[in-house]
Nanobody, 128 residues
Framework: EVQLQASGGGLVQPGGSLRLSCAAPAFVFNGYAIGWFRRALGKEREEVSCISVGGGRTSYADSVKGRFTISRDDAKNTVYLQMNNLKLEDTAVYFC?????????????????????WGQGTLVTVSS
């Protein structure tokens, strides 16, 4: 089974920072754009950021723009999400997936169903 492994979540105070990691199999990391998503309790899933295969294209949701930064480490087959100035409303389970915004995808087309991969996510709790 192909899964993207999200990690790095934890408990932080408002204004604090965390860096999430998304470890992907090489064929996924090298072949697909990857996005970060989150689901807060009682809310719909929201995509917060994405990055293209080469890292040249990135995009952010308005809710996190200016606070979160997405990046890639080719040597580790890992996509990161640096989260700064965290707010209470950032509390959510964070996931990474290839089912991301077309703005980060070569050809600007969503990946086929067979190429959509997810993982179990990692919990970020922002609380004082």
């Amino acid at each position: 089974e192909v899964q993207l492994q999200a990690s790095g979540g934890g408990l932080v105070q408002p204004g604090g920072s965390l860096r999430l990691s998304c470890a992907a199999p090489a064929f996924v990391f090298n072949g697909y754009a990857i996005g970060w998503f989150r689901r807060a309790l009682g809310k719909e899933r929201e995509e917060v950021s994405c990055i293209s295969v080469g890292g040249g294209r990135t995009s952010y949701a308005d809710s996190v723009k200016g606070r979160f930064t997405i990046s890639r480490d080719d040597a580790k087959n890992t996509v990161y999400l640096q989260m700064n100035n965290l707010k209470l409303e950032d509390t959510a389970v964070y996931f990474c997936s290839t089912d991301t915004w077309v703005d980060c995808v070569r050809g600007r087309k969503r990946p086929s169903y067979e190429s959509v991969y997810w993982g179990q996510g990692t919990l970020v709790t922002v609380s004082s």
